[in-house]
């Protein structure tokens, strides 16, 4: 079956700093690769996305590769802000599921500390 | 732009209660789940839809039913409410076409059963 590994957080980090969260995943055929982010008190908001190996995603200066031979799609920004401190999902879908559901990684934790 | 609307944002159940957390979605899609969120984890599937009429189960359906009557309502009904069922619960829906790869998240409804 599908899954999702992601390190395990929480991960701290001072205002500026370089961000990696890893993320692995297992999937028959060809999935998308999706990384969420959930603020405090908020639900689920796409943060970026790739559908095809060596497709990277951005958006709002994260990055993430589709790297089908390692099967991962870590998340990285080269200077963190405060106001990144929330929780990130990594994420997968499947076409060759009828159910094209998300199969969630179990979320990081991200502290930045002004 | 309501996208994908939930109600209530909070409850609380006494063991044994029903209660239906309510999801209606104006985008038209197809695809409709219903994922819960225990603490530290990721998101598990518990039920599904794929258009209206039909539903099926995720990972986690014991203890919960689903109907898809419209388009764009879909209710999440707990029989005879369990502390195990104290949880966040995300309702999420997405387009049928191949490139709706994103789906979209409600804000959450967070349930204590005591």
């Known amino acids: 079956g599908n899954s999702v590994t992601q390190m395990e957080g929480p991960v701290t980090l001072s205002e500026e700093a370089f961000l990696t969260i890893n993320c692995t995943y297992t999937?028959?055929?060809?999935?998308?690769l999706f990384w969420y982010v959930q603020y405090p008190g908020e639900g689920l908001q796409l943060l970026l996305k790739?559908?095809?190996?060596?497709d990277k995603g951005s958006n709002k200066g994260f990055e993430a590769t589709y790297r089908k031979e390692t099967t991962s799609f870590h998340l990285e920004k080269g200077s963190v802000q405060v106001s990144d401190s929330a929780v990130y999902f990594c994420a997968l879908s499947a076409l060759d599921t009828g159910r094209r559901a998300l199969t969630f990684g179990s979320g990081t934790r991200l502290q930045v500390q002004p | 732009n309501a996208g994908v609307t939930q109600t209530p944002k909070f409850r609380i159940l006494k063991i044994g209660q029903s209660m239906t957390l309510q999801c209606a979605q104006d985008m038209n899609h197809n695809y409709m789940y219903w994922y819960r969120q225990d603490p530290g984890m990721g998101l598990k599937l518990i039920y599904y839809s794929v258009g209206a009429g039909i539903t099926d189960k995720g990972e986690v359906p014991n203890g919960y039913n689903v109907s898809r009557s419209t388009t764009e309502d879909f209710p999440l009904r707990l029989e005879l409410a369990a502390p195990s069922q104290t949880s966040v619960y995300f309702c999420?829906?997405?387009?049928?076409?191949?490139?709706?790869?994103?789906?979209?998240f409600g804000q959450g409804t967070r349930l204590t059963v005591v």
């Open positions: 999937a028959t055929g060809y999935p998308s």
């Open positions: 999420a829906s997405r387009g049928r076409r191949v490139r709706d790869t994103e789906a979209f």
């Open positions: 790739a559908t095809k190996a060596d």
